[in-house]
């Protein structure tokens, strides 16, 4: 008879994101007549850049052509323009990127599950608590013990260096999902310098790098020394240019990375999506080039400005009502301190003020009583949602 991976046994029933699905169903179920205001799942409000529309249109009316018509992609790693263009984007912020080292994949979902797939069970993998929950999962999922870095108050909810804690495998992202702390060059060189020492390998996830507004914060794990011979990182066109729908992401292995055996981490991650992807449509590689001119990171960066002018919003209400919380500045996220049970404080906001947020406790045990919401969705809901919580936490 069939066996199934254990790991997958010790899995929680839902991914936390559909457990909140699930609530809201219920809900709106039971309450038809009300409007909930969604920010709880970190998905964007405004529509791709038109500059990425146009390229799109323009790659589709090609596969109608028989001259450019476009089969399987042969490297499987991206078109080289592609690779070129977000090559060219990394050069943009001081980061040292060659061209072959980057893999063009479906997003950063999938790469930052993916990767274990090429990790030895029995790596010690460091999470930071509290983190984005695929991590955890994907690595319970293939057997892998997870230890965990805090992020608490005490530390703004940035993960600090363990002393004396050994790990083989450290999941890093900055700006931080769901705290919205940002590294600092300093904070993440010490970081790089404990990988080096423990000849650990980083996976960094820059998910939302596109959100750094202050200069001196690095953009990219590959702005700081020493980070080419200790980490991967993991990028996303979802939040900084809207692609959540549209689905494209990349992830950056230096060439001189190796395993403990000398075998080398490219060539594996290559040989793994070798057999297991087949690539990203050349529709949305197009689109995903066009982000990358001028012009699209003119329109981009329009996006991410709204975004932020709401995150502004967000943050005011939390400082006039003197509730403790963090990111809301190089970052679309606001977490803030509850002072009850995320769980309970989820509940609460649905039921009396039909806002949805992200229980700080479904990203780790350091998130217990404190709140994720996100500032994607559209001025006048941010506006509405910022009244409503300032009436039930005012009462
Ligand atoms: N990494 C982080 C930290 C995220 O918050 C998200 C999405 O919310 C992702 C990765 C997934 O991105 P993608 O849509 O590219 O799969």
Known sequence: MAKINPG????????LFIEIGRKIREYTEANPDKAIIR??????????APVCVGAMKQAAEEMGVKETFR???????????????????????????????????????????????IFADDNIVMVSDPAYPVYVDSNIMNNKRVIYADA?????????????????????????????AAFTREQLKAWVDYAAANNAIIIYDAAYEAFISDAELPRSIFCIEGARNCAIEIASLSKTAGFTGTRLG????????????GSNVLKIWARRQGSKFNGVSYII??????????EGQ???????????????????????????????????????????????????????????????SGFGKNGEGWFRLTAFNTRKNTIEAMKRVKELLSE
């Open 285 to 294: 590689q197009r689109g995903a080039e066009a982000v990358f001119t001028p």
């Open 298 to 360: 003119r329109q981009t960066r329009e996006s991410i400005g709204y975004y932020m002018e709401n995150a502004q919003i967000m943050s005011e209400t939390f400082s006039e009502l003197g509730i403790p919380y963090t990111g809301g500045t190089n970052s679309p996220y606001i977490w803030f301190k509850c002072n009850m049970p995320s769980w309970d404080f989820f509940d609460l906001l649905l039921s009396e003020k039909q806002v949805v947020g992200t229980p700080g």
């Open 39 to 48: 920010m709880g799942i970190g998905d964007v409000t405004l529509p791709l």
């Open 152 to 180: 608490n108050e005490a530390t703004g909810f940035s993960p600090v260096v363990p002393d004396g804690v050994k790990a083989d495998i450290i999941y890093l992202c900055s700006p931080n999902n769901p705290t919205g």
């Open 250 to 261: 990349y992830t950056v292995v230096p060439k001189q990375l190796e395993f403990n055996d």
């Open 8 to 15: 997958f046994l010790n899995l929680e029933e839902n991914y």
């Open 71 to 117: 089969g399987y992609e042969d490297s499987g790693r991206g078109y080289a323009f592609l690779r070129e263009a977000v090559a060219g984007y990394y050069k943009s912020f001081g980061a040292d990127v060659n061209v072959d080292e980057i893999f063009i994949s479906d997003g950063a979902k999938s790469d930052s599950g993916n990767i274990t797939d």
